[in-house]
């Protein structure tokens, strides 16, 4: 009988109960105690919900980041966490985010904060995980405690336990070596520690161990292959069956080393890389458990049961006991629990499958390829005309908006001169001083805008009075500003719930969840808007809220939009159509808007495209298509305006080193960019690229509430003019101070301030 099983589950809780956990013991208002606790009460329910599985992951849960905690297992700490007060939480969450809670570093003799680990997308997620880090001189030592206190506990409540671990050849791939070493020259000591891991389980009684290995899914040259071949044989003798687990692509060369694997069991993705399917099954050999990924862990629209079946059928038949299903990923990248629901549109909704619904459409799966479609007729039936209403929907199409698109010409993603004609005039309108400061446009959101946005939406406040406290707080943020002297000042987006949602709301062809919340990392959860039909703005998003800010000082303010690109990537986007034409739907909706702002007067526009590089697909020789319309998108949207117009872009936490031409081909007059937490380590770009406009390299690291000096300031900048010349440098946070508290924000720009002129002075 074929078996189910899953891959990962959310670990963040219906209604974010982690968050809230996790930043009130932050804050030290409440203890280690209860925050365990509620680990321990959000992994029972899980477990429970997965319960008719016939193997349920356990170590998939995480108080920040799965990455990170393979680090502590296998004792790979920076040397900058070793040896303070406090238990491995309190340096696990130094690593994470430069400090613990508050009471640990109260205590005498700590430092009250490090550099925090640095942090990059998952993939090609909107994933974070915590970079690990190596040296020549990096010893690896086996912590499995985080581990085998969760296989305890699953056992105690009977979970069929499947224990999950990131494998090794990923784990080397997706970290850094600090001193430059060769990373595979560690892999015979990480490879003994895994070893000894492997042996820990199997003495627990473990059977199947899922070892994820999403590298395989990337190109990989002869050295990295070869890691993975001696990898897989020295383990082969561990007395534990491993599922080699690989996702989000197809394994293409990969795939004939990854069949040939000594392991029991190979997991692919059948979402992303169901071309890989056909070769597999004549090249795996016959004892080998081929695991299928057929439900989407990556999108929230419903799975056509009948068409898996179609092709899984066959296959069932072929396979027999040797066939597993599970979803193609982990869940962790799609919401819980559709039912908690109750005001989302419900035709939208009968579209719909969260985590929950998966496993359930899992199970269906199951049952008719052990009972026959018969057994589970009405489940099937239902499926099949929700996935039919939803392509007769007239919500879905709209023909105005699909001949706008047909209609683009070249040339609307021109601008009228060249960057050093634009540059002139821009300079002569602005008239800003050497090193010009700005922010990337949010500032904290406090519990007033909070709870103003809280009632609102209840109806407790009227549009007039939320609009009222909005102005108040764009007005508190246009004073801070010039206080601390900025150059460029923004509004502060006190209005804005999320920088993609908030514009979706306002765009049709959008749908939005109450409790759709997913993981970006640590404590930061994002809600994705749906995305389920054509793109049209029917009205200005942000004129009016930019316009006033402008209309309280004589500093040139910032209109802040989010990009097509980013709006896309950080959507759960439609499946029905090439997300290429989705995009250039939105570049035509963000497009009006920019004109828009440039009428009312704004002569500086920042259109965020943070998501830019993680809509790369995950093999290089696919790039150039991506590449193509997404950079085509953004010019669409951005170069509408006059020359004297200043067009910023702003990406955070990405690798954009291999992709710099295409991100100087964005022709944005002003780029800033995160490198605070690299130290300046992606200007790396710019030894061997002359990047032609201006830059602004992020010096702030606004994840974690340490508050940089103005000496580490002036230093990264003196960092970056050894790349770029001076006059066209920005000072500036890495991203936006949406999730900070002032009493943070005005010191740490104060001292950004204070080191633009004392770079200023010394010029």
Request: with cysteine; glycine share 6%.
């Amino acid at each position: 009988m074929t078996t189910i099983h899953n891959l990962g589950f959310p670990r963040i809780g219906v209604k974010r109960e982690l968050k809230f956990a996790l930043e009130a013991y932050w804050k030290g208002e409440s203890s280690r105690e209860t925050l365990q606790q509620l680990g321990a009460g959000l992994r029972a329910r899980h477990w429970q919900d997965q319960a008719g599985l016939d193997l349920v992951p356990v170590g998939d849960f995480s108080f920040y980041d799965q990455v990170l905690d393979m680090s502590f297992t296998l004792g790979n700490l920076p040397e900058r966490v070793q040896g303070f007060h406090g238990d491995a939480l309190d340096n696990y969450f130094r690593v994470a985010r430069g400090r613990s809670a508050q009471s640990a570093e109260e205590h005498p003799g700590c430092c009250g904060g490090v550099a925090a680990g640095e942090m990059t997308k998952w993939f090609d997620t909107n994933y974070h995980y915590i970079v690990p880090e190596f040296s020549a001189g990096t010893e690896f030592r086996l912590d499995a405690s985080r581990l085998l206190a969760q296989l305890a506990e699953a056992r105690s409540q009977g979970v069929k336990a499947k224990p999950v671990i990131l494998g090794p050849v990923s784990y080397l791939a997706l970290g850094k070596a600090k001193d430059g070493a060769d990373k595979l020259a560690l892999l015979p000591a990480l490879l003994n520690v895994y070893a000894q891991l492997l042996c820990v389980l199997a003495e627990q009684g473990v059977t199947w161990v899922q070892v994820d290995e999403p590298i395989l899914v990337t190109e990989l040259d002869a050295d990295w292959q070869h890691a993975v071949n001696s990898t897989y044989h020295h383990l082969k003798a561990c007395p534990v069956k491993l599922l080699l687990a690989t996702y989000f692509g197809q394994l293409q060369e990969n795939l004939y080393l990854a069949a040939n694997l000594p392991v029991a069991g190979l997991h692919v993705d059948a979402i992303r890389g169901r071309e890989d399917v056909r070769p597999l099954l004549n090249l795996l050999p016959n004892h080998k458990v081929l695991s299928l990924g057929v439900i989407d862990g990556r999108n929230i629209w419903k799975t056509d049961l009948n068409a898996v079946l179609d092709w899984l059928e066959p296959i069932a038949a072929g396979l027999g006991e040797r066939l597993w299903i599970a979803p193609s990923c982990s869940l962790l990248h799609v919401p819980v629990d559709l039912g908690s629901e109750q005001k989302l549109d419900a035709e939208i909704k009968s579209w719909l499958a969260f985590a929950l619904q998966k496993l359930d459409e899992l199970r269906v799966l199951a049952q008719a390829l052990r009972g026959g479609r018969d057994s589970v007729k009405e489940a099937l039936a239902d499926n099949a005309a929700a996935l039919a209403a939803r392509r007769a929907s007239p919500r879905v199409h709209d023909p105005v908006v699909r001949a706008a698109v047909k209609a683009v010409d070249p040339a609307l993603g021109c601008r009228d001169s060249a960057y050093a004609e634009r540059a002139a005039l821009q300079a002569a309108l602005l008239r800003l001083p050497a090193y010009p400061t700005t922010t990337i446009g949010s500032f904290p959101q406090t519990l007033e805008i909070r709870q103003a946005r809280s009632n609102h939406k209840a109806g407790l406040l009227d549009d007039a009075g939320y609009r009222a406290a909005m102005r108040a707080e764009i007005a508190r943020s246009v004073r801070e500003q010039e206080a601390l002297g900025l150059d460029v000042l923004v509004h502060g987006e006190a209005e804005r719930n999320d920088m993609v949602e908030y514009f979706g709301e306002q765009l049709e062809g959008y749908a939005f969840s109450q409790y759709g919340w997913v993981q970006s990392y640590g404590s930061r959860c994002v809600k994705p808007p749906i995305l389920f039909g054509d793109i049209k703005r029917p009205r200005a998003m942000t004129v009016d809220w930019i316009a006033y800010a402008q209309s309280l000082t004589d500093k040139p303010m910032k209109g802040m939009l989010t990009g097509p690109v980013t709006i896309l990537n950080w959507s759960f986007v439609r499946d029905d159509q090439p997300r290429a034409e989705s995009c250039r739907q939105l570049a035509l909706a963000i497009r009006a808007e920019v004109l828009d702002l440039e009428r009312a007067g704004v002569r500086v526009i920042q259109i965020d495209e943070a998501a830019l590089r993680e809509g790369l697909p995950l093999r290089r020789a696919q790039w150039r298509d991506y590449l193509d319309w997404a950079i085509e998108s953004f010019r669409i949207a951005a170069n509408g305006v006059r020359d004297s117009t200043q067009i910023h872009t702003h990406m955070c936490y990405s690798e954009f080193n291999d992709i710099i031409a295409a991100i100087a081909g964005m022709d944005a007059d002003v780029i800033t960019i995160e490198t605070s937490r690299s130290s300046m380590e992606l200007l790396d770009a710019f030894d061997d690229f002359r990047y032609p406009n201006e830059i602004g390299p992020g010096v702030y690291d606004i994840h974690s509430p340490n508050i940089p000096t103005t000496e580490h300031i002036v230093q990264l900048m003196k960092k970056a003019a050894e790349r770029i010349p001076a006059e066209r440098l920005w000072v500036n946070p890495d991203c936006g101070l949406k999730t900070r508290q002032w009493a943070e924000v005005i010191p740490a720009l104060s001292n950004m301030v204070a080191a633009a002129r004392e770079l200023r002075a010394a010029a």
